[in-house]
C-alpha cells in the first residue's frame, strides 16, 4: 500500500484568465495531520474545492487511494471516504444536535436520507449518533436546538456530522475560524482525537493551532507551492515569511506569537 493517500499532480484553476490554483503538486501521507496555510488569496480554499469536487480543475490530476478521482463528483468521493467540512459552519439549525447526527447517520441507507421515514426507523441511529456526540463533547448538548449553540460547539457538531460519514480522510476548513481561545483549545484536542486512525488535511490561518498539529505544513502562495515541511522549517523559510509579512519581517512563528 503506497504512503500517500491524495495526491495532485499539476493541479491548476483558472477563472476567466486568472490562475487560483496553479500548477499544485501535493502530497498528503497516509495516516498524518496536514496543513495547508497561505496569506489571503493563497488559493488554499479554491484547492479545496478541487480535492473534494466541488470545482472542475482546469488541468492537472487528483489520486485518492491509488485511484484517479479528477471527473468525480462530490457524492462519489465521500463515499469513497474523502469527507469535507465547510468554512461556515453547516448544520440544521432547526434539528436538535442529536437530530443533526442522526440525519448524517442515514447515508448507509443509499442514495436518499429518507426524510420521511418514521421515528422508529430512525431510532436504530440513535446509539451511534449518541456515540459521536460523545466523541466530541457534545453529549450534554443533544436535545438542545442546533441554532442555540454556541459556535465552537456548532464546529464540534459539524465535525461530528463530518464522522458520521465515516471518513477515511477528512478535510477540514479553518476548523478554529473566529472561536475564543477557550473552543480554540477545544477543537484542537477534538481534531488530534478524530485523526486516530485517520489522514486529515486542514487549511487554517491559526499558525499556534498548525504548529500544534501538523506533522507536514504545505505553504501556498498566489495559487502556487511556495514551501514545504514541518512547521520548525516552514516558519523560517525566507519565502514565507515575506509571504506573510513583508521581507524584513521576523520569522511567522515569532510574529504570531
Not at 467540512?85 to 437530530?99: D, K, R
Not at 443533544?142 to 464522522?163: C, F
Not at 506533522?215 to 514541518?230: F, H, K, Q, S
Request: with cysteine; hydrophobic share 40%.
Amino acid at each position: 500500500m503506497s504512503d500517500a493517500i491524495l495526491e495532485t499532480t499539476g493541479l491548476t484553476k483558472e477563472f476567466r484568465g486568472f490562475v487560483a490554483v496553479n500548477d499544485v503538486n501535493l502530497t498528503v501521507r497516509r495516516g498524518t495531520i496536514h496543513g495547508l496555510i497561505g496569506p489571503n488569496g493563497a488559493g488554499k480554499t479554491t484547492c479545496f474545492n478541487l480535492l473534494t469536487k466541488f470545482l472542475p480543475p482546469t488541468r492537472g490530476t487528483i489520486r485518492y487511494d491509488g485511484r484517479d478521482i479528477t471527473g468525480m463528483k462530490p457524492a462519489e468521493v465521500a463515499r469513497l471516504g474523502l469527507v469535507r467540512s465547510f468554512q461556515i459552519s453547516a448544520v440544521f439549525p432547526h434539528l436538535s444536535v442529536l437530530e443533526n447526527v442522526r440525519v448524517a447517520l442515514q447515508r448507509e441507507r443509499g442514495g436518499s436520507f429518507d426524510f420521511w421515514r418514521s421515528e422508529t426507523l430512525l431510532r436504530r441511529y440513535e446509539d451511534r449518533a449518541r456515540e459521536l456526540l460523545e466523541d466530541v463533547g457534545l453529549s450534554a448538548y443533544a436535545n438542545l436546538q442546533a441554532s442555540d449553540l454556541p459556535y465552537g460547539r456548532k464546529r464540534a457538531l459539524e465535525i461530528a456530522t463530518t464522522l458520521a460519514l465515516d471518513p477515511v480522510m477528512l478535510l477540514l476548513d479553518e476548523p478554529t475560524a473566529g472561536m475564543t481561545h477557550e473552543d480554540v483549545d477545544r477543537v484542537v484536542a477534538l481534531v488530534k482525537r478524530v485523526a486516530q486512525g485517520r489522514t486529515v488535511l486542514l487549511v487554517e490561518h491559526n499558525l499556534k493551532v498548525v504548529q500544534g498539529l501538523c506533522d507536514t505544513i504545505t505553504v501556498l502562495a498566489r495559487g502556487a507551492v511556495l514551501a514545504e515541511g514541518d512547521y520548525a522549517a516552514v516558519s523560517r523559510n525566507p519565502d514565507v515569511i515575506a509571504a506573510y509579512l513583508g521581507t524584513e519581517a521576523p520569522p511567522v512563528e515569532a510574529a504570531h506569537g
